[in-house]
């Protein structure tokens, strides 16, 4: 039976475990990461934490919605057993009516349809499987791809792990976040805890580039969780276009974990630009699915769509 959980009504120790256990797991359904990008979520249920599915909600206007977190690509349901279309869509048919809109993403390995007062949206990502040794994984680098790491090498790049995230954030705040209206100041500050979080726990490895100069060029954070590390969140300051910085960060991640059992999530895009970056290094496209469900009458749907179309153009896919 699929049972609907507040917040405090959930067990995070048993949350955490069915996480850790889940087939389809990634980092971030985990509990201290829900806590920090969605407080007070709630949850789905079935039975005794064998699947589970975070309901990240918030209330404006006095309507009660569920919606995408900021620094979360994908969510749905996760589960240590394999899982068929019939066990997502009911955990779909469980979402409380009380939720009057829902926008969610699921994981890659949940299948789910359109109905009723819900449509279904296609999104890509990217990955790539790093168990191969480096030389076979450069083999398949983009010609584009090989001349950005040569500027790279020219320009006297050099990267250094584990720095300070904040000159990160701060880069991506001066340069492209200023076209980024939708990110407010608790939104930086909650990626920032997030970061510290994720290294405090293991869970996080930054990479930054400098230049002959000791100048910051660009920096990624990665965060891994069950045999995959996810570009999580990128900042890059305007020289870094021309010197290759970017591509020599990825590139050295790729080197540093070549012929272990991982695999790089680029995170996205369904932006072409960042599609053709992410493919350039031979990583391979994948799908997950948007659900959108509105509970609204009719005439008020527009609004919500207005909302929709908004959203989506202000974040980093």
Not at 65 to 94: C, H, N, R
Not at 140 to 164: H, M, P, V, W
Not at 210 to 237: P, Y
Request: positive net charge.
């Amino acid at each position: 039976m699929i049972r609907y959980l507040t917040h405090n009504e959930i067990d995070k120790e048993k949350w955490d475990a069915a996480i850790d256990q889940a087939l389809n797991g990634i980092i971030y359904p985990y509990s201290f990461y829900l806590d920090q990008v969605a407080p007070r979520w709630e949850a789905l249920v079935y039975n005794d934490y064998e699947a589970v599915m975070p309901l990240p909600h918030r209330t404006k206007w006095g309507v009660r919605y569920v919606f995408q977190p900021f620094f979360i690509q994908q969510l749905g349901v996760f589960s240590s057993k394999p899982m068929g279309a019939d066990t997502v869509e009911g955990f779909i048919d469980a979402i409380p009516i009380h939720f009057r809109f829902c926008q969610l993403n699921f994981n890659t390995y949940n299948t789910i349809g359109g109905g009723r007062n819900r449509s279904v949206r296609k999104r890509r990502n990217f990955e790539l499987d790093l168990i191969a040794p480096y030389e076979q994984l450069y083999a398949n680098y983009a010609e584009n791809t090989r001349r950005n790491l040569k500027k790279a090498q020219k320009s006297g790049i050099f990267i250094t792990i584990n720095s300070d995230p904040d000159i990160i954030i701060q880069s991506f705040r001066n340069n492209r976040g200023k076209d980024i209206a939708s990110f407010s100041e608790a939104d930086y500050l909650t990626l920032k805890h997030l970061i510290y979080s994720g290294l405090h726990r293991g869970n996080a490895t930054i990479y930054s580039a400098w230049d002959e100069t000791n100048s910051f060029c660009a920096g990624i954070v990665f965060m891994q969780s069950h045999r995959k590390s996810i570009l999580l969140f990128s900042g890059s300051m305007p020289l870094a276009r021309q010197n290759g910085a970017m591509a020599a960060l990825v590139d050295r991640f790729i080197s540093d974990h070549a012929g272990e059992n991982l695999t790089l999530d680029f995170e996205g895009s369904d932006q072409d630009s960042l599609a053709r970056f992410y493919k350039g290094f031979g990583a391979k496209e994948c799908s997950y699915y948007e659900l959108t469900i509105h509970n609204f009458p009719l005439i008020l749907k527009p609004i919500t769509d207005l909302y929709l179309s908004w959203r989506r153009r202000s974040v980093r896919n």
